[in-house]
């Protein structure tokens, strides 16, 4: 998990919400509302004033903290939910392993979830998804001079693999027979690869094409294999959360209605692709 000591200034407030969890104000600034209602637009809040918004930093270009806030392609959709319940959006970092879980939202420490989440029939035991949001294939990434050309060219040449640790790509190779190093953060899967520890990793593409756009990165990696296992995206609420999920799905619709879901899939994504962009409900 990945806490931000010391108390933010400025633009990203950091306020300490749960022993080891920080809660980070996302893109748009929020004072504290004090007391009043907790209901907006009909959506009851755990926080009035507030839609709280459990996550897991970093997960470039979905959320991360760049220059002093926390920003990406999921913060952007969800700061549309709340600007259509009129409160303001804010985030709370905590471990990927709650999402599976919904503890944190059964807890009452935050209204909804959104963490580039793989909807999953074994997560809806847990959790109501929104509609599908987006389109994930899984990238294998590899040195240039690693000779590793595919995953099956991982198990051939014995090359140390690594995943981050509770995502679907994990699961996704185990389930093919590999044994994949478990890495906590996908800045940390990234750490290993270019540290050594591991010759190639298997992670969201999504998140792959950001680390791509580094320089760096670029010159140093490079994608040995796109594999598409039909996974789709979504936002998450408390079972039985219909009225939020709803709102969700709403802001949702909207924005790709008027062209605003192509504009953040632009701007954090890349280059706009029909196909990812429009997965069917669920």
């Known amino acids: 998990m990945n806490t931000l000591p010391g108390r933010r200034t400025r633009v990203l407030v950091a306020t300490t919400a749960t022993?080891?969890?920080?809660?980070?104000?996302?893109c748009t600034s929020t004072g504290d509302s004090g007391g009043g209602s907790k209901t907006a637009g009909g959506v009851e809040l755990v926080k009035a004033g507030r839609l709280t918004t459990c996550t897991h930093l970093p997960y470039p270009p979905f959320q991360s903290e760049i220059d002093g806030k926390v920003q990406g392609f999921d913060?952007?959709?969800i700061d549309l939910v709340a600007d259509d319940l009129g409160v303001k959006q804010q985030i709370l970092d905590t471990p990927f392993e709650n999402f599976k879980t919904g503890a944190f939202l059964n807890s009452?420490?935050?209204?909804?979830?959104?963490?580039?989440?793989?909807?999953?029939?074994?997560?809806k035991k847990n959790v109501d998804f929104s509609d599908p949001y987006f389109n994930a294939t899984q990238a294998v990434l590899v040195a240039k001079d690693s000779g590793v050309g595919s995953l099956a060219d991982v198990k051939a040449k014995n090359v140390k693999l690594g995943a981050q640790?509770?995502?679907?790509?994990e699961d996704y190779v185990k389930g093919?027979?590999?044994d994949p190093v478990s890495f906590e953060s996908s800045d940390a899967v990234l750490n290993g690869l270019r540290t050594g520890q591991v010759k190639a990793v298997v992670i969201d593409y999504p998140v792959v094409q950001g680390w791509l756009k580094d320089k760096a990165n670029a010159d140093?990696?490079?994608v040995a294999e796109q594999i598409d296992t039909g996974e789709e995206y979504g936002f998450t609420v408390?079972?039985?959360?219909?009225?939020?999920?709803?709102?969700?799905?709403?802001?949702?619709?909207?924005?790709k209605a008027d062209g605003t879901y192509k504009k953040l899939y632009e701007q954090w994504i890349g280059p706009y692709d029909e196909s990812a962009a429009s997965p069917a409900a669920s």
């Open 176 to 178: 093919q027979g590999y």
């Open 238 to 255: 408390k079972k039985g959360n219909t009225a939020l999920r709803e709102a969700v799905n709403k802001a949702l619709a909207d924005a």
């Open 19 to 26: 022993a080891g969890m920080v809660l980070l104000a996302a």
């Open 220 to 222: 140093a990696f490079t």
């Open 165 to 169: 640790a509770q995502t679907t790509g």
């Open 108 to 123: 009452g420490e935050c209204d909804l979830a959104a963490a580039g989440m793989t909807i999953t029939e074994e997560r």
């Open 75 to 77: 913060v952007a959709l």
